[in-house]
């Protein structure tokens, strides 16, 4: 099937939806993805950054569809035409999104351990405004202890739902969900359950924001002042491909190893994420490639445009 | 030959008049000018008991700041020492317990900020780069140690004093802008 997205022309398998189709364009014009995650059926359809307009539904109906459309949910039909962002009204659109993720949103980022690897973070940064015009309240929740690996940031939360999916498809039984509704939805294990399976700190890989951060590597350093490895162990339970975060000679961080769309390639296990923490638990391949607008490639001038 | 420019001067050793060849006026002329400097005003003062009036926007010693309820104000973010040119700067974090809120505004805070006055090179950049208001320069001025091991500036020298009289105004350093954001009380940031 034909698609042109922003003039650019690719043919795709029927079923693909129109943001899988732009990730396989790559570059500029790929919409970002805040709760979509190509791994977790189900995903997608909830934070609405991904909005597209199509200004013709397909060869055999050329009118255009009346709204934005998701892109992460919305599948491809034969010759339909899609404008991202060299569409003006798109471009509004994802501003407002960013401005309504932002407004429950506590902005601590100088505390949160996050800052420098967050999705909404960057989101903001490419489409947001400067200053807020939001004076209420910002929502406030209890904290609660989610279990002795990860911490909740409830405030933080964006309700992508990425961290549910991922107990759901990942592990047998899941022990925590959204509760409430509405403003006051909120993350939680309800029956103080505490989230103890093996494959449970993922979410922390999965999540967008600093919801869900790794209570080992809390307050420990900052993503820029570490070195991130390829590394590999021989494990049981997962393929034991990761990426370690290093200060010196000691790993201060391990987690999965993720794609130029922040998605996780193999899920790894809670034995390696929290448990191996020495440098003579890994087999350490090779530097990990940090794009150079990253804050993690700050003072590191090998990583100078050009050099990767 | 023809000159280029037409520039050049002619010189010779031309003979000199009965003044120029005693001297005398030449002598006191130079005189003049010697004396003329003894009344002067002096370029130079006499530290440390006379100090120079510094510019309020000087870039001297910093200061970690408190804020009004006397809480520290810096999270200990790292933000200040990755936008240090020289690496000055080094942190080590911590978590505020229950009941130390009324030393630490939020949930973080540094348990140990040294700044390396040797490497330090006076820039601003942490002062700019810092999202907590926390981190200022000053126009005080850095004073010249035996070892080096004393310019490794700990809390202990940085922090601002607790004490009203002591606090360290900085107010003279923020932007208009700056000022009128601080206006809005409804903000964490200005509370």
């Not at chain 1, 939001?134 to 405030?155: A, N, P, S, V």
């Not at chain 1, 103890?196 to 993922?202: I, L, Q, T």
């Not at chain 2, 942190?91 to 505020?96: D, K, N, P, S, T």
Request: hydrophobic share 35%; aromatic share 8%.
């Amino acid at each position: 099937m034909k698609l042109t997205i922003d003039n650019i022309q690719i043919d795709v398998e029927p079923g693909t939806t129109i943001l899988q189709a732009a990730r396989k364009i790559g570059g500029k014009i790929v919409p970002p993805a805040m709760c979509w995650y190509s791994s977790l059926e189900g995903s997608g359809g909830k934070c609405r950054t991904c909005l597209v307009k199509v200004i013709k539904g397909s060869e055999k109906d050329p009118r255009p569809m009346a709204k934005l459309v998701p892109s992460c949910s919305t599948m491809v039909q034969d010759g339909m035409e899609v404008l991202n962002i060299t569409s003006p009204e798109v471009m509004q659109a994802r501003k407002a999104v960013v401005e309504f993720l932002l407004i429950n949103h506590p902005l601590d980022c100088p505390i949160c351990d996050q800052a420098g690897e967050c999705d909404l973070q960057n989101l903001s940064y490419a489409h947001g405004l400067a200053e807020t015009r939001y004076e209420e309240d910002r929502r406030t929740f209890e904290m609660i202890d989610i279990g002795d690996k990860i911490k909740l940031h409830m405030t933080r939360c964006i309700l992508c739902y990425r961290c549910v999916y991922v107990a759901d498809q990942l592990t047998p039984g899941r022990v925590h969900g959204v509760l409430n509704r509405s403003d006051a939805s909120e993350i939680g294990t309800y029956i103080s359950n505490v989230i103890d399976n093996e494959f449970s700190g993922n979410m922390i890989d999965v999540c967008p924001v600093g919801a869900l951060t790794d209570k080992t590597f809390r307050f420990k350093s900052r993503v820029w002042f570490t070195n991130p490895f390829d590394a590999h162990r021989h494990c049981e339970k997962c393929k034991g491909e990761a990426v370690v975060w290093m200060a010196g000679k000691e790993i201060l961080r391990v987690t999965g190893r993720k794609n130029a769309y922040g998605e996780v390639e193999n899920f790894i296990c809670n034995e390696c994420r929290f448990e191996k923490k020495s440098v003579t638990d890994w087999v350490i391949e090779k530097p990990r490639k940090i794009q150079h607008s990253s804050v993690i490639s700050q003072n590191h001038y090998e990583n100078l445009a050009g050099n990767g | 030959m023809e000159s280029l420019t037409n520039r050049s001067k002619v010189t010779g050793n031309k003979k000199m008049s009965f003044l120029e060849w005693i001297y005398l006026p030449a002598v006191v002329k130079g005189l003049y000018i010697t004396i003329k400097h003894l009344f002067r005003k002096k370029a130079t003062i006499s530290y440390p008991e006379e100090k120079r009036e510094f510019s309020p926007v000087y870039r001297g010693l910093h200061v970690l700041k408190r804020d009004d309820a006397g809480r520290e104000r810096c999270t200990a973010c790292g933000l200040c020492a990755v936008a240090c040119p020289a690496e000055a700067i080094t942190m080590v974090a911590a978590e505020r317990k229950p009941g130390e809120e009324h030393l630490y505004r939020e949930e973080k805070y540094a348990k140990v900020y040294e700044i390396n006055m040797l490497r330090c090179i006076f820039c601003g950049d942490c002062e700019e780069a810092c999202p907590e208001e926390a981190i200022f320069l000053t126009n005080r001025l850095v004073p010249s140690e035996y070892q080096r091991n004393d310019l490794i500036y700990c809390k202990d020298i940085l922090l601002e004093p607790l004490d009203d009289a002591k606090r360290i105004d900085v107010s003279q350093r923020q932007t208009p802008a700056v000022k009128e954001f601080k206006k809005n009380k409804l903000l964490f940031h200005n509370k």
